[in-house]
């Protein structure tokens, strides 16, 4: 692989907190408030949206970035929030959304460095329109208001023991209900037991901290995952993959409430996860490295291995989350070898056919009727969604690129190595 936050004010920031995240997507519109959009799977329901540019054709405006960065771009309302990194320091950006001045910078860490083709600005923001959290690969996490203030800062290794990953930690935190969720799972360059946070988003304390054993072995335990929220009438789940298992979480107390085995049926020593899992309706999508990526069916309690297993794929990603509106599952793999199966019995309905040759680390995005994918040397393939495989238009910004698309307001965000562009006119 190659080049890859006094008690008044808590209280404050509590209620505005609690207020917005109960909220929920639903109640997003066309911000993108985390890495996978307003409804956490990777799609969108804007229409209109921009079907070619260059570098300077269909381009509101870009602003030149001192690096790259496997992080995306989130939105809310007039401002854009972006994790920077400078080859020795980590920042998080505020940008005015029409013109991408920058309007403020917030320190976050030192310590960038390189761990392959990541670097340590890889975690995406999370924002509920009040305020933003962003987690580093140096496993800093920090709260900021919409003005730029810091409200609180942890140092997570500090507290629980240094991150031990092969190729650094990357994980973004899920916002859902009034709390952050972070994860860490790990394992190849450590002894400590993987485990899972939920951490109050107003003051920055642990609400509660449980372990996720593995029998995973040497890099496989390392997930590089971000945790995802089963929505489900049996009760909310916070979904966790890596360590060869995924997981079903109770928000309130971090219960392990089911776990299926099968991410590494043959227990390699490399199995290690960077694909995050997809939820969408009642089933759980579960990448792991290639083969195989399983769907499973929500309401599981205890193991569950033999029994909520839908269907298997063996062709699926090693590092884009795949995407799907329900009825189709678009995969597209790290060498852009896409496939289109049907998302409730994984029968194929059309693949493999090859997109651009690239390396693709972007994940999809599903909006317009198409489907956005961005490979490492910059190209952008719109592919039309639904049962027929066509490219409708190839867009080059010619600039290496680890990040996936955002979308808002009629407008696309794509950040290359040494630009960040708005695509298109907003709305």
């Known amino acids: 692989m190659r080049r890859l936050l006094a008690f008044s004010a808590a209280m404050l920031l509590a209620s505005a907190t609690l207020s917005q995240a109960v909220?929920?997507?639903?109640?997003?519109?066309?911000?993108?408030?985390?890495?996978?959009?307003?409804?956490?799977?990777?799609?969108?329901?804007?229409?209109?949206?921009?079907?070619?540019?260059?570098?300077?054709?269909?381009?509101?405006?870009?602003?030149?970035?001192?690096?790259?960065?496997?992080?995306?771009?989130i939105i809310w309302g007039e401002t854009v929030f972006l994790s920077v990194a400078d080859g020795e320091s980590l920042w998080l950006w505020a940008l005015n959304r029409d013109s991408g001045e920058k309007l403020w910078q917030g320190f976050l860490s030192d310590g960038d460095h390189t761990e392959r083709k990541q670097n340590m600005s890889s975690p995406s923001p999370v924002t509920d329109g009040e305020h933003v959290w962003i987690m580093t690969g140096t496993g800093i996490l920090k709260a900021f208001d919409f003005e730029g203030n810091e409200r609180w800062s942890r140092d997570i290794p500090a507290d629980y023991?240094?991150?031990?990953?092969?190729?650094?930690?990357?994980?973004?935190?899920?916002?859902?209900?009034?709390?952050?969720?972070?994860?860490?799972?790990?394992?190849?360059?450590?002894?400590?037991?993987?485990y899972v946070l939920r951490i109050d988003p107003a003051t920055g304390k642990t609400v509660w901290k449980v372990e996720r054993p593995t029998e995973a072995i040497m890099e496989s335990p390392d997930s590089y995952t971000t945790p995802a929220l089963l929505e489900h009438e049996d009760g909310d789940e916070i979904i966790i993959t890596g360590g060869d298992v995924v997981t079903g979480h109770d928000p309130a107390s971090g219960e392990e409430l089911w776990r299926l085995d099968g991410l590494n049926p043959d227990n390699q020593r490399n199995y290690r996860i960077v694909a995050s899992p997809l939820i969408h309706d009642d089933i759980i999508y579960a990448p792991t490295r290639e083969r195989p990526l399983l769907a499973i069916r929500a309401g599981g309690r205890g193991d569950i291995t033999e029994t909520h297993r839908l269907w298997s794929f063996n062709n699926g990603p090693d590092v884009p989350t795949p995407?799907?509106?329900?009825?189709?599952?678009?995969?597209?793999?790290?060498?852009?070898?896409?496939?289109?199966?049907?998302?409730?019995?994984?029968?194929?309905?059309?693949?493999?056919?090859?997109?651009?040759?690239?390396?693709?680390?972007?994940?999809?995005v599903l909006a317009d009727g198409k489907i956005y994918i961005t490979n490492e040397d910059g190209l952008t393939s719109v592919m039309k969604a639904g049962p027929e495989f066509e490219v409708l238009a190839e867009n080059d910004l010619g600039d290496y690129t680890l990040s996936s698309p955002a979308i808002s307001d009629g407008q696309i965000f794509i950040r290359t190595a040494s630009a960040l562009y708005a695509i298109g006119q907003r709305r």
Not at 32 to 61: C, H
Not at 161 to 184: C, E, H, I, R, T
Not at 327 to 347: V, W
Request: hydrophobic share 30%.
């Open 23 to 73: 909220a929920g997507p639903a109640d997003e519109g066309d911000n993108w408030p985390n890495w996978r959009g307003p409804s956490r799977d990777g799609s969108s329901a804007e229409t209109g949206l921009p079907l070619e540019w260059t570098t300077t054709e269909n381009i509101a405006w870009s602003l030149e970035l001192d690096s790259w960065s496997g992080s995306t771009p």
């Open 161 to 194: 023991g240094d991150f031990g990953l092969q190729w650094g930690y990357a994980s973004s935190p899920l916002l859902y209900d009034g709390a952050l969720y972070v994860q860490v799972l790990h394992g190849m360059k450590t002894d400590d037991t993987p």
């Open 323 to 364: 995407v799907t509106d329900g009825k189709y599952f678009y995969s597209i793999n790290d060498k852009g070898i896409a496939y289109c199966l049907d998302a409730r019995t994984g029968e194929n309905i059309y693949g493999p056919v090859r997109l651009a040759v690239a390396t693709y680390s972007g994940s999809p």
